[in-house]
Structures are given as C-alpha cells and as structure tokens.
C-alpha cells in the first residue's frame, strides 16, 4: 500500500537565490542546483533534484504530486492542499506558474535522509561523511589541511580574492581530536559536514594537504649518508605549543645494515657508556635506556624479561616492523610448566641467568636453584655465576610442584610472540608506550603520559617500510600530543617511546649527537648498527 505524504509543495517564484545544494554520499558530494530562501527557509527546484534523487513528479494546471518510492507528495496550489509549512501568502504569486520547487525540510522527509544548513551551502545526506579532517596550520604562507587519511581531490574547495582566501571543505567529518587554526588570520566555520577557512595573507598563498595532525614543518635539516642505505638526519621543528624541538634520526633500509644488540662487557646487569660496548669503527649506535624491564632478544637468545602488554620492535634481513604483542617465556621442568618473569635480573618468582650475566646471582635459601645444560638439570646448588650453562632460580612457592625433580630430568624453554607477521626472527627489543600505529595518534593514558615526554626520549619509528632510531630533545618537557603530532607530520606510520628518566644516548660515526644535554649517560643494552654485505 501507498504511503502518503502531506506536506507542503509551494511554487515560488520570488524567493530569494541563495547558497548551493548538494546530496553527500560518503567520501563523495554532487552539486543538485542553487537552494533559494524564503523567510528563512530553504527551497530546491523539483527539476535539478529529480535525477539525482530518483524521483517522479509531474504538474499541470496548478496540480501535481512528487513520489518517490511507496511515498507521494500531492499538491494543489488553488486550494493549498499539501499545505506543510504555512506559507499561505505565497498562494496567489505562485499561481500560473510552470516551475514547482519544494521545502530542502519536505525533500527530506519524502526520501527519509538527514539534511544539515552549513557554513558552506545545504547539505542532503544518503551516508555520512567518511573523510575525516584533524585540523588545519597557518604557517608562513602556506596553509595546510590535516587529514586521518588521504582525501579525495573535490573535497577542498578553494575560492582566492586579492588578499583573502576562503578554503571550503566537504564532505568532511572533525576528529574528536580535531584542532581548531589559533591564527588571528583565519577565521573558521565549523558546520557538522563542513568547514569553511577564510585566510587574510599577503602574496600568494600555498595551500597543501597532509596526514596526521597539526604540527610545524621542518624548519633546519641536514643529512649525512653513512653508508648505502644508513643516513643520519639531524632536524629542528616548532611544536604547536611553541617548543622547539631536535631530532636527531638514524635511518636504515631492510637489509642495509648489521644490527646487533650490544651490553657492557662486564655482562648483562652493569651499566656503560654506548661508547664502551661497542667498535670504534661502527658506523652507528643507540643506548637503550631500559634497566631490568623490557624484552631483548638476539639470534634466539633472550637476555631481559618482557613485560606484559608493551609495543616491540622486531626485524629479520628483509623487513622492520613494531608491533603490539606480550612476549613470554615458559619452561617446562618435566611436564610442569612455569612461566619465567624475570631474565638476568635480581627480582622474580621464575628468575633465568645466562652466561651473560656480570652481576653475582642473588642468594636465598628460600629458592631453589637449577644448573641447566643443553636440554638437561645437571646441578641443583646455588652458583655466584653461570659459566657454561644456566641458573634457573624459583621461589620457595612453588616447592611442592619441584620436589621429584631429579638430576638428568628435562628442561625445555618456550617463547611465545603472538602474531609478528616475521619469519627467521634475528632480534625483539620492548619499548614502554605505543604512540602511533597504522597512521593513527594511540591513546595515551595517564600512568603512561609519566614514562614519556621529558626533555629527552628515544623513539623507534617505522616509515615506508624503513626503520629510524629518533633521539628527540627540547629545553622543556614535551607532551605526548606534541611528539605525536610531530612524528604524524613527517610521515610515521608506527612509532613506540622508551622510558626517558635520563640523557638518551646515540653516537654517529663515533660521535655523541648531543642536543640540550651533554655527555652519554650509561645505560645497559644497546644497538651497533654497522654497514653488512647481506643480511640485518
């Protein structure tokens, strides 16, 4: 059965022209015809919108009727029957005339879509806007569109006369993070699917798009190439909060160089300068500014515990990648399997010691202490160190789980990574927080905000398939949102932070790129990057 619809149909043949109609359909917008005004309300030749909207109408004699689908206007301009909106005193000047149009607020009730009256015309809506806009930057002469993702052409509408230039924007949705422009040259409208920017500027005015959000452009750069495929980049950029922030970034191509992770040569648990752990010929390095915490792993050897639910950076010869995942170690005593939380380090109820180890084993006579070789318990006594072999120490909790073990029974050890998307693992190292992933800024929560963002942080970041080591540095301490907004706007589609309670250390071609501080502050692991033939 036939629904119909009485709503109010008035042939209007003076009202007033004004802005623009156009249907959006998602990423997409089609211009429909001129809307014109009437006491403030909005009007559309029945004509122009008959196409696109798929509707049948037709009119003789003063009647007509609309339809669309199962639903039907009908209207009769002698008797004002259809009457919706009360606009009786346009009854006897519409009267002869050839050309209907209809209320934008009876079309949209007709064909049941949204309709919204923007800064930048009138909008009729089959899907919402799916291009998403995070702000807009005023700097210099150019003025720059930030987008969550690479926009179509026809969004950006651009309109220049003599010094004012007005930057229209639609079909658009604004980021919960959105940043308005805080220049006193732009003036913005927002609407719910557009935005309109009028610039005041002197000259000609460049405008440009990107990803990411509102940051400030490289303002001093320099490169060194180091070997093919091993650049250095030093950079100076200003933060929207009006930081000025150093960056200095090592760059390396999958397969350029031999990667290696290094600790001081006293062993695992002291603490040196980058500068002492590794060759004076090596091309680069980075300290690692992590004590205890955080999963390091080298050519199948695992030298520091991981911690639950953190970002890691891992690599082969072919690919760099950093993902979200919780590595873990597992070793089986028999067929009672345990789950080890703590490698090389003084606390844990499952604690594991390599030959790495520098640091003498702690002592308990509440633990039991395992000597392993190969796949086998050969010792059951407490060892100053592991020479040789591996000491396995557990709490005096779990007593009644070890109390068969004998000597020669089996041990085997698992490492669980999740899904790495790698194969032929050569290195993992943990970072603290992820900040960036897939193009898009991370919620940072508050206990995470305090292990990033001081006047020095070290960053792992991954851009085009290439992998940086990014020691960035500002006289004061940096917010997360200013690092991120920084990282988006040069291009990184992943990037996770490290811990930055002290100076970060990084040395290129044996010399320390210092910023605001000065010297290396020791640290435990690091990485030497060093030119190879073949192979990370």
Known sequence: MRKTILLFFVLAPLCVIGRSFYLVNASQSSYLGKVFVWENIPYVKISQISIPLNLKWSYKNGVGVIV???NFISFNDHNHQGVYDALYNLGKVS?????????????????????????????????????????????????????????????????????????????????????????????????????????VHNGTLNISTDLGFPSFPVQKSRSIKLEKGIEYHSLESTSLSGKTIQIGAIKISPGAAKMEIVYPKNGIGNFQAITSMVNATSLAAVGLPM??????????????????????????????????????????????????????CATGDVVLYTEDYGLPIPKDDRRTYFEVQG???????????????????????????????????GISFFTSFGETGLKDLIGAVQG??????????????GSQRDLIGNKSTL?????????????????????VDDLSDVLLNLGFSKAMAFESENAVSMIVQGKVVDFYERGLYPVGFGIEIDKTTGGA
């Open 459 to 479: 960053i792992f970041g991954i851009k085009d398939d290439d992998l940086y080591f990014l020691k960035i540095s500002s006289k004061k301490k940096m917010k």
């Open 291 to 344: 004590t205890s915490r955080g999963f390091v792993m080298y050519k199948g050897k695992i030298l520091s515990a991981p911690v639950y639910n953190e970002p890691t950076m891992v690599w082969n010869d072919r690919k760099f990648d950093i993902i979200e995942t919780s590595p873990m170690l597992t070793v089986n005593i028999g067929d009672v399997p345990f789950t080890v939380d703590g490698i090389n």
């Open 68 to 70: 669309y689908g199962s």
């Open 375 to 409: 796949n086998k318990i050969v010792g059951n006594e407490y060892k100053l160190h592991a020479k040789n072999e591996m000491i396995l120490s557990l709490t005096g909790k779990y007593d009644l789980f070890i109390k068969n073990v004998r000597l020669g029974d």
């Open 95 to 199: 009267s002869g005339v050839k050309t209907p149009y209809i209320s934008v607020n009876a079309l949209s009730k007709l064909v049941n879509l949204e309709w919204k009256d923007d800064p930048a015309g009138v909008f009729i809506i089959k899907k919402k806007p799916t291009v998403t806009l995070n702000g807009a930057l005023l700097y210099r002469k150019t003025f720059t569109l930030f987008f969550a993702s690479k926009p179509t052409s026809h969004v950006v509408k651009i309109e220049s006369h003599d010094m004012v230039s007005t930057v229209t924007v639609f079909p658009v949705k604004l980021s919960k993070r959105y940043k308005a422009t805080s220049s006193p040259l732009v003036v913005e409208k927002d609407g719910r699917v557009s935005v309109t920017y009028r610039v």
């Open 432 to 445: 603290s927080v992820l900040i960036i992933y897939n193009s898009q800024k991370m919620k940072i929560w």
